[in-house]
Nanobody, 121 residues
Framework: QVQLVESGGALVQVGGSLRLSCVAS????????MGWYRQVPGKQRELVAT???????NYEDSVKGRFAISRDNAKNMMYLQMNSLKPEDTAVYYC???????????????WGQGTQVTVSS
């Protein structure tokens, strides 16, 4: 069974930094586009950043220049380096993968359980 697990969420002060990690576990051959999303209570989940297998990245405007997404294909891992954090970055951050090829066939639209990031002022 394929699973995505996030880690690294914490309480941090304004202007601080955090690094989130996501690991995909299971009998996985390849992973497609990976992404970070975030959600606050009462609002829709929103895209933060994505990265494809070749390393091409895409960022939501409010995090450009502050956040950096990266991945390690050999380890089936993805990271989000978050700098200059603001109170509005407070949310549950979710790992997402659009498609994985596994020993049991393709798996689409996978989500992790989320990790809480709280930025205090």
């Amino acid at each position: 069974q394929v699973q995505l697990v996030e880690s690294g969420g914490a309480l941090v002060q304004v202007g601080g930094s955090l690094r989130l990690s996501c690991v995909a576990s299971g009998s996985i051959f390849t992973i497609g586009v990976m992404g970070w999303y975030r959600q606050v209570p009462g609002k829709q989940r929103e895209l933060v950043a994505t990265i494809d297998r070749s390393g091409t990245t895409n960022y939501e405007d409010s995090v450009k220049g502050r956040f950096a997404i990266s991945r390690d294909n050999a380890k089936n891992m993805m990271y989000l380096q978050m700098n200059s954090l603001k109170p509005e970055d407070t949310a549950v951050y979710y790992c997402h993968v659009d498609r994985m090829t596994t020993s049991r066939g393709p798996v689409f639209n996978s989500w992790g359980q989320g990790t809480q990031v709280t930025v205090s002022s």
